[in-house]
């Protein structure tokens, strides 16, 4: 971190499993702010996300994109709850249709989503260009507020319902006898104050 203008680090699968652990864990026990995050996306797995078959990915399907948006755009909610920006990275597959990109540029600029095509995979660090120069963009323009979801002052309960309302979009939480006195036990190995 010292050496670099810039260090990237991957964060984990998801803005909700791998980003919430990564902001709400490693980065407060390491303290570190993160500046913006990069949400990886391909039109293969929105087409999964709205219903696609694995078998089917290649073939162009416009509406399943459509459909599988919504999946997207909940990543994209649980970043900005953190107050960070973002870049949706689109990583572009041989199997993705001109309709199909054309499709996913329309529902970005529709929901305010700032994306880069990345075609790293066939055209090396240039497939990657426009990526960076969004992201240094958004970097430099410092507009992030990074925040917790939840203070370490919380209770247990508090930090799990705001995990599971705000991340994700649980309408409340209910817990067991047996999870309760869970909770009674971990509170009195004062774990209380842990993320």
């Known amino acids: 971190l010292k050496l670099g203008d810039y260090v990237v680090t991957e964060a984990g699968f998801g803005a909700d499993l791998g980003a919430e652990k990564f902001l709400h864990i490693k980065s407060r026990s390491a303290e570190l702010k993160p500046d913006a995050v990069v949400i990886v996306a391909t039109i293969r797995a929105l087409k999964m996300h709205g219903g696609v078959s694995k078998t089917d990915l290649a073939i162009e399907n416009v509406e399943a994109l459509r459909a599988g948006f919504e999946n997207l755009q909940k990543h994209c909610e649980n970043i900005s709850a953190f107050g960070l920006p973002f870049v949706v990275a689109l990583n572009r597959f041989v ?33 990657g260009l426009d990526l960076a120069k969004k992201l240094i963009s958004i970097i430099e323009e410092k507009s992030q507020s990074f925040t917790y979801l939840y203070e370490l002052s919380d209770s247990i309960e508090t930090k799990i319902k705001s995990i599971a309302q705000k991340v994700y979009g649980a309408k409340g939480v209910e817990f067991s006898s047996k999870a309760k006195k869970q909770l009674e036990e971990m509170d009195k190995l004062g774990w209380s104050n842990l993320p």
Do not use: M, P, Q
Request: aromatic share 10%; charged share 35%.
């Open 95 to 127: 199997t993705d249709s001109d309709a199909e990109i054309t499709l996913f540029d329309e529902l970005c600029k529709k929901h305010n989503i700032v994306y880069a095509l990345t075609e790293v995979w066939e055209k090396g660090g240039e497939g």
